[in-house]
């Protein structure tokens, strides 16, 4: 595809289950960052890959948070034992970096209900 | 504390009228990013401003960088229902990851 992609779209779960949300990254772009988006407010930094390397993840609300790239490609943030504050939309971006410049940009985001 | 104030937070007018949007700090940036976010989409950059003073268009949207690099304004002439969204002003972080830092962002509502 052209852009970021995620999935799901919408995913609804109960306290305490575990969710695994997906990002596939537009082709060769070297790094990737996930965003955590409250209603109504800014995004605010999760974790970031360069390839296949998470070189920061001090945006991780908790250690039931975790994110995985492991081909340097597709990501995944998985939450476990999901809690109603973890509501909120995840968004995905990804940047070609190098001589192709630093911008990000976004997937259209999965937006989790905890209930 | 944040360390984008954006104001206003909610901003509703009619088809046809002007509008201004801020983006302040205490600190002082290397370069600043405006960025559009509709509904249930991801945000997409608008404009980087870079040099203080300095001052972009881009169709009827006008940015501005403050002369010290620590604020910048978002004009938007005879605003159309199509401008509705919620905008966003965001940093580099300082250090060499490249996250970026958010505003909280201006909700804008244009009524045809």
């Known amino acids: 595809g052209a852009g970021v992609s995620q999935s799901p779209r919408y995913k609804v779960a109960k306290r305490g289950q575990d969710v695994a949300l997906r990002c596939d990254p537009i082709?060769?772009?070297?790094?990737l960052f996930w965003y955590q988006q409250a209603l109504g407010q800014g995004p605010e930094f999760l974790t970031y890959?360069?390839?296949?390397?998470?070189?920061?993840k001090s945006g991780l609300p908790s250690d039931r948070f975790f994110a995985e790239r492991p081909e340097g490609s597709v990501s995944t943030l998985k939450i476990q034992r999901t809690q109603q504050e973890d509501s909120a939309v995840y968004l995905c971006?990804?940047?070609?970096?190098?001589?192709?410049?630093?911008?990000?940009?976004f997937g259209p985001g999965t937006r989790l209900t905890v209930t | 504390t944040q360390l984008l104030e954006q104001s206003p937070q909610f901003l509703s007018i009619q088809e046809g009228e002007n509008l201004t949007v801020y983006c302040n700090s205490s600190s002082v940036f290397s370069s600043l990013q405006w960025y559009r976010q509709e509904p249930g989409e991801g945000p997409v950059l608008l404009v980087t401003v870079v040099t203080g003073g300095e001052v972009k268009k881009l169709k009827r949207l006008t940015f501005q960088f403050g002369d010290a690099r620590k604020d910048s304004s978002l004009h938007i002439t005879a605003a159309q229902p199509g401008d509705t969204g919620l905008y966003l002003c965001a940093v580099l972080n300082a250090g060499n990851n490249r996250k970026l830092i958010w505003g909280l962002g201006t909700s804008l509502a244009v009524n045809p």
């Open positions: 971006a990804s940047s070609l970096d190098g001589t192709g410049g630093h911008e990000q940009y």
């Open positions: 890959f360069q390839n296949e390397a998470q070189l920061d």
């Open positions: 082709s060769g772009h070297v790094s």
